[in-house]
């Protein structure tokens, strides 16, 4: 099947993997069976995936719906069917679909956090205050009529696909701006390929919605998983809420600055109890708690905290509320849910003063596994995809109709040097200032046989620190320093500063965490990155959240710590480590920094490699790598 005369792929060559990869893919598809593909980094499995699921919709009339975590991935998707569609003179239809609020002309608006953004554009809406919305969907007949030769004319213009920076601009542009999102739902009814995030087909309830608008079924599509390593956890994260005593405070000052001092009382009163609930914990104590442990407020005073939020954000020209946050979250804690599949916890900080009760979904697979088996086939893909069966049970996919497949890294075995240094931990019960000592001297042992720009990657910025000292002493390059508090402002300057020294001879160390920001999304090919080393393992906080993983995990799939703890741990590391060699003309070194690489719990997760070494004395190995030819 794979090759350029019978499938719509845009380049003139197939890769060796990348061909496998689309039969595998369109076999999949055509056979009515999902796929969970482990495809590292230079494969191309974005073109192959993408042009196996639009040659065989294009036969079918199904849509494709490709989501991903990254707005920046979303321009890379939309360039290859707009290619496809040159190449061989075709008309899919692409839209680029982001949030409401990101596509929202309404600037002032926009700066609102998303959850009261929202319910700020619904009140505007449900009281006929958007102009925006008027002229995109309309009220009155009069206004309806305009508003479809408007969205006819975006049609017209976004008919060959447009990124969601183009229609921005492009609706900023005009002499009376539409909301951006319903014209985009407009265009996506008429699509073939829908490119979006995870939210808008996996999160069940903005996945609904979003479907009937755009007058799409699941059991029509093909869905296709981007860097799916992440959606899990991503799903997870989206399904949980919390609030804090700092929550109660800031909503008893929104009532008291509208003069409801009945909300304010009401406020008060569940605070106190819940005070009392709390009293005999000591300072950062957690402790499990059941829906009913805390007094919940009715559904008229939930009703008149999102009145009383909305109100003081328009009053006040404040862009968040916390009644609005005390409703979302009580409407969370009241939903039924299964069984064990969420976590409540109750916990006291800020010296026995401050507390806060967290609602934790802990699995996703009971709201996903209801869309991904619904459609006609769905494909995961990721460069980090190991164990594959882990990402197919947290996903709920059908075991009978799943296929696991692993490829092989297209980039040259001799470009690259993997190595495993055992003679040091981050191990928490042999944290010492000696241990600390060592690993600062091995990563200087490292860093100075790499000619170049190197990053280390830390489990914890607390780590970071305790190994910053000694290693400042020893390194003779200039050390760039990614802050816990930085904004993404401020990590892209710092990037930039990075980079820059990858044109000096001796380069610069770059030091950051596994799992933060430059563990995973960020592209550094040649020489503005040589060598990464990853330093322990970024196991998460042992708390009553990563407790009651292990606890859910090991009831239902018997594999709590892998699933909750080690397994999630090593996703990062790897993801951390794929900072470093880029391409097939790269060249770089990847180093492992703790004993526990070598145990059998932890090596499992790294994909099948042939040239991983495990040694003390990395040194000299890695100077003959980069004396050899």
């Known amino acids: 099947m794979a090759n350029k005369r019978n499938i719509y792929f845009r380049h003139e060559e197939l890769r060796k993997q990348q061909k496998k990869l689309i039969e595998d893919t369109y076999k999949a598809i055509k056979e009515k069976k999902n796929l969970i593909a482990h495809a590292p980094t230079g494969l191309g499995k974005t073109d192959a995936i993408i042009s196996s699921a639009i040659t065989h919709s294009l036969k079918t009339g199904e849509t494709v719906f490709f989501t991903t975590p990254k707005i920046s991935q979303h321009e890379i998707a939309l360039e290859v069917v707009r290619d496809i569609n040159r190449k061989y003179g075709l008309n899919i239809r692409a839209t680029d679909v982001v949030g409401k609020k990101h596509l929202c002309p309404n600037k002032p608006l926009k700066k609102a956090p998303s959850n009261e953004f929202y319910e700020l554009c619904k009140k505007q809406k449900k009281e006929e205050?958007?102009?925006?919305?008027?002229?995109?969907?309309?009220?009155?007949?009069?206004?309806?009529?305009?508003?479809?030769?408007?969205?006819?004319?975006f049609l017209e213009w976004q008919e060959k696909g447009r990124t969601n920076t183009e229609v921005i601009e492009h609706i900023e542009e005009m002499q009376k701006p539409i909301c951006g999102y319903e014209a985009t739902i407009e265009a996506s009814k008429k699509s073939d390929v829908i490119i979006c995030d995870y939210f808008h087909v996996l999160n069940p309830f903005i996945s609904q919605t979003f479907l009937q608008k755009t007058n799409k079924e699941l059991k029509n599509s093909i869905l296709i998983i981007d860097e799916a390593h992440n959606a899990p956890s991503r799903i997870r994260s989206s399904l949980s809420t919390q609030i804090g005593s700092y929550t109660f405070k800031k909503a008893k000052k929104e009532a008291i600055i509208l003069k409801d001092h009945e909300l304010k009382k009401e406020i008060d009163n569940i605070e106190k109890k819940v005070k009392k609930k709390t009293?005999?914990?000591?300072?950062?104590?957690?402790?499990?708690?059941?829906?009913?442990?805390?007094?919940?407020?009715?559904?008229?005073?939930?009703?008149?905290?999102?009145?009383?939020?909305?109100?003081?954000?328009?009053?006040?020209?404040?862009?968040?509320?916390?009644?609005?946050?005390?409703?979302?979250?009580?409407?969370?804690?009241?939903?039924?849910?299964?069984?064990?599949?969420?976590?409540?916890?109750?916990?006291?900080?800020?010296?026995?003063?401050?507390?806060s009760i967290q609602y934790k979904c802990l699995d996703p697979s009971i709201f996903t596994e209801k869309i991904v088996n619904k459609t006609r086939s769905t494909v995961l893909m990721s460069g980090t995809m190991k164990p594959q069966k882990m990402y197919r049970d947290l996903t709920g996919l059908d075991k009978k109709k799943t296929k696991l497949k692993e490829y092989e890294s297209p980039f040259p075995e001799k470009n690259q040097l993997k190595i495993i240094v055992p003679n040091v931990t981050t191990k928490y019960s042999e944290r010492t200032p000696q241990q600390y000592e060592k690993i600062a001297e091995k990563t200087s042992e490292i860093t100075q046989e790499i000619p170049g720009n190197t990053a280390v990657f830390f489990p914890s910025y607390k780590v970071m620190r305790k190994v910053q000292r000694p290693l400042e002493e020893k390194i003779n390059k200039p050390i760039v320093i990614q802050e816990k508090e930085y904004t993404q402002k401020e990590n892209n300057k710092t990037l930039e500063e990075f980079k820059k020294h990858s044109k000096s001879e001796e380069g610069a160390l770059l030091a950051a965490v596994s799992g933060g920001s430059y563990g995973e999304g960020i592209d550094l090919p040649g020489k503005q990155l040589m060598g990464a080393i990853i330093v322990g393992i970024p196991l998460n906080k042992p708390d009553l959240e990563t407790k009651s993983l292990i606890k859910y995990y090991d009831h239902k799939y018997g594999k709590g710590w892998e699933y909750g703890y080690i397994f999630p741990a090593m996703t990062k590391a790897i993801q951390a480590a794929g900072r470093c060699i880029r391409n097939e003309e790269d060249k770089g070194i990847i180093a492992y920094l703790d004993n526990r690489y070598t145990w059998r719990n932890y090596s499992r997760c790294f994909p099948e490699e042939k040239n991983i070494k495990v040694t003390g004395e990395p040194g000299e190995i890695i100077r003959d790598f980069w004396n050899k030819d």
């Open 129 to 153: 205050k958007c102009p925006y919305y008027a002229r995109a969907v309309g009220h009155t007949k009069k206004e309806k009529i305009k508003a479809k030769n408007r969205i006819e004319e």
């Open 279 to 355: 009293g005999r914990l000591r300072q950062n104590e957690e402790k499990l708690i059941t829906k009913n442990s805390i007094p919940i407020p009715s559904k008229e005073t939930r009703k008149n905290l999102e009145k009383i939020g909305t109100e003081y954000m328009e009053k006040s020209n404040k862009d968040k509320s916390s009644c609005l946050s005390m409703k979302k979250f009580y409407d969370n804690w009241t939903k039924k849910s299964k069984k064990k599949s969420f976590a409540r916890i109750m916990k006291k900080w800020d010296k026995g003063k401050g507390f």
